[in-house]
């Protein structure tokens, strides 16, 4: 069963890039897309993006302007960057597999909290 | 921005019948929205209950089924125990992206 991981920095300072890594073990990334969903605390989930294993990306129109997603195939790994965050972004992080169109394995989530 | 609505909260009594829904803005949710549902107790990541509108993921107990009904995308639980007390979330799949709904916050009682 494959399982993901998410892993980055719980701190980012406000205006600076939040840069998280996913790692994926039980199985390739090849063929897949990739998601990342985020959740303030307290709040819903918010979908924000997609990789397929070719690199190719779908995010969503409110976080367009500031979110890059990318993998690595030869490390088994999906990465999120978004760039110039403010508090509003303070959240648990998710990234999921996509196996049809749903989302049918997640990681445990990572916080990470913007602030000075 | 298209947007999916729930109801923010339910209340249903142990062994009763519940059904959320889940609303499109512009227009009504079909099968070619493949609607999935999620089931997220506190403090845990999602899990995935339902996909493809009315398929139960592996190991989901069958008292819960997915349908559309009408213009929604809904999600029953026939039966409910308590350890269905959870935060219930759709997904649709509209253009390139997935969108969520707000959440229902399911109470058993």
């Known amino acids: 069963q494959v399982q993901l991981q998410e892993s980055g920095p719980g701190l980012v300072k406000p205006s600076e890039t939040l840069s998280l890594t996913c790692s994926v073990s039980?199985?390739?990334?090849?063929?897949?897309?990739w998601t990342w969903i985020r959740q303030p605390a307290g709040k819903g989930l918010e979908w924000m993006g997609r990789?397929?294993?070719?690199?190719?990306?779908n995010y969503s129109p409110s976080l367009k302007s500031r979110l890059t997603m990318s993998v690595d195939t030869s490390r088994n790994q999906i990465f999120l960057s978004l760039a110039s965050v403010t508090a509003a972004d303070t959240a648990f992080y998710y990234c999921?597999?996509?196996?049809?169109?749903?989302?049918?394995?997640w990681g445990q989530g990572i916080l990470v909290t913007v602030s000075s | 921005q298209p947007v999916v609505t729930q109801e923010p909260s339910f209340s249903v009594s142990p062994g009763g019948t519940v059904t959320l829904t889940c609303a499109l803005s512009y227009r009504s949710v079909s099968i070619s929205n493949y609607p999935s549902w999620y089931q997220q107790a506190p403090g845990q990541a999602p899990r995935t209950l339902i996909f493809n509108t009315n398929t139960r993921s592996s190991g989901v107990p069958d008292r819960f089924s997915g349908s559309i009904l009408g213009t929604k995308a809904a999600l029953t639980i026939t039966g409910a125990q308590a350890e269905d007390e959870s935060d219930y979330y759709c997904?649709?799949?509209?253009?390139?992206?997935?969108?969520f709904g707000g959440g229902t916050r399911l109470t058993v009682l």
């Open positions: 990789v397929y294993s070719t690199g190719s990306t």
């Open positions: 999921a597999r996509v196996r049809s169109y749903e989302f049918d394995s």
């Open positions: 039980g199985g390739s990334i090849m063929s897949y897309y």
């Open positions: 997904v649709v799949y509209v253009g390139d992206g997935h969108l």
